[in-house]
T-cell receptor
């Protein structure tokens, strides 16, 4: 079964704190892709990162970093020195094969609130 | 500039009426998708299309219909058969499957 679990429904931290959003996935595919998207209050999903299953190197982009560990089937997302503008719902997603085509399966999302 | 547009932003429908949500992209992407999002929930796939004149049902296709007559356009019709259509609808497109999906701004549908 293909599945993405984001166990943290809501997280609230004070501005400038670091925060990690957890993502655990299940798949039987040997080749797959993992994604993170941000959904601000406006509603549009904003693409953050795509990582293929053969690349386990951690990635850093400004205050954002991602830790991909195949051994634990996790793809966690850390925001360093959080800011109020980081407040949003964050979705982790997994590409999977479905009826001879691939589709993206989304987790249920983590609502992140950054308090000033 | 390139992107995905959805219209209208807000839509109100009376029970028993069909309504069509528009999705247009100028990214030259082959694949397009429709998702439904309910409050506090993730995204559920309604329909997807890999190429023009072809589309497939997703996880929750009942009560919905689509067409893909042009590469740029993938309209979604919410029919009266959809029991609980009030939701936020998101359209997305990608170069191909497994590629990154880019999303439009969404349409919020409310049934009165």
């Amino acid at each position: 079964a293909q599945k993405v679990t984001q166990a943290q429904t809501e997280i609230s931290v004070v501005e400038k704190e670091d925060v990690t959003l957890d993502c655990v996935y299940e798949t039987r595919d040997t080749t797959y892709y993992l994604f993170w998207y941000k959904q601000p209050p406006s509603g549009e999903l904003v693409f953050l990162i795509r990582r293929n299953s053969f690349d386990e190197q951690n990635e850093i982009s400004g205050r954002y970093s991602w830790n991909f560990q195949k051994s634990t089937s996790s793809f966690n997302f850390t925001i360093t020195a959080s800011q109020v503008v980081d407040s949003a719902v964050y979705f982790c997603a997994l590409s999977a094969w479905y009826s001879s085509a691939s589709k993206i399966i989304f987790g249920s999302g983590t609502r992140l609130s950054i308090r000033p | 500039d390139g992107g995905i547009t959805q219209s209208p932003k807000y839509l109100f429908r009376k029970e028993g009426q069909n309504v069509t949500l528009s999705c247009e992209q100028n990214l030259n992407h082959d694949a397009m998708y429709w998702y439904r999002q309910d409050p506090g929930q993730g995204l559920r796939l309604i329909y997807y299309s890999q190429i023009v004149n072809d589309f497939q049902k997703g996880d929750i296709a009942e009560g919905y219909s689509v067409s893909r007559e042009k590469k740029e356009s993938f309209p979604l019709t919410v029919t009266s058969a959809q029991k609980n259509p009030t939701a936020f609808y998101l359209c997305a497109s990608s170069i191909g499957h497994s590629d990154t999906q880019y999303f439009g701004p969404g349409t919020r549908l409310t049934v009165l």
